[in-house]
């Protein structure tokens, strides 16, 4: 008979939506809104329906998640910025579809390279977000952020990231991804020159 699919289809939405409230009612509470809800939610052990109501609920960002890169600032004196990056130009040559430009800066009075980026730009509607840049820079100067909603009207002003828009102090990285850091700042910590 034409349409049984369909009917079966149906079948099965209708008891997920129903094993959802067995669910709820098995355990005793509504977890629509709390921290352990949303995990549990997103997990493989929950029955029925079992997305999470974005946006008033959002998924718990895996540690490893990565979207577009940042570069790593530590507060320096007077609010300044000290970037990590001197500008080598790695990032740039490993990215696939070249979506990082880089100009270095230049001592004013001698004209030489100064290890430091004078512009950093990327392009988000062109970046894939697969994190070779992070992966390959030598200084631990670019990550992958998780902010992750960055849509807007105007392609121009707002998609093209410059270093202003970039930078990101170590304290943000340390929340974002805390064992990593850890780890990072382990190994930095073992590379420095016992005191004497």
């Keep these: 008979m034409s349409g049984m699919g369909v009917i079966r289809g149906l079948f099965v939405t209708f008891g997920h939506f129903l094993e959802t409230y067995i669910d709820d009612i098995r355990v005793g509470k509504k977890r629509y809104n709390t921290k352990e809800g949303i995990e549990y939610r997103s997990s493989a052990k929950t029955t029925g329906i079992f997305s999470i109501q974005y946006p008033e609920e959002r998924a718990i960002m895996p540690e490893e998640f990565r979207f577009l890169p ?3 600032y530590e507060a320096g004196e007077n609010g300044s910025r000290n970037y990590r ?3 080598c130009g790695i990032c740039a040559k490993v ?3 070249q979506c990082i430009w880089i ?3 230049s001592d004013p ?3 030489k390279p100064v290890p430091s980026p004078a512009e950093f730009n990327i392009d988000m509607d062109v970046c894939m977000n697969c994190g ?3 992966e390959f820079c ?3 100067a670019i990550k992958m952020d998780h902010d992750f909603e960055l849509s807007t009207q105007d392609r121009m002003r707002d998609h093209i990231h410059d270093l202003q828009k970039l930078g990101k102090p170590v304290e943000y990285y340390a929340k974002i991804r805390p064992l990593n850091y850890a780890r990072e700042e382990e190994a930095r910590q073992a590379k420095k020159p016992a005191a004497a």
């Design 70 to 72: 940042f570069l790593v």
């Design 95 to 97: 990215c696939p579809p």
């Design 138 to 140: 030598p200084f631990d």
């Design 132 to 134: 070779l840049c992070a």
């Design 109 to 111: 009075v001698t004209g």
């Design 85 to 87: 990056c001197t500008s």
């Design 103 to 105: 100009v270095r800066k």
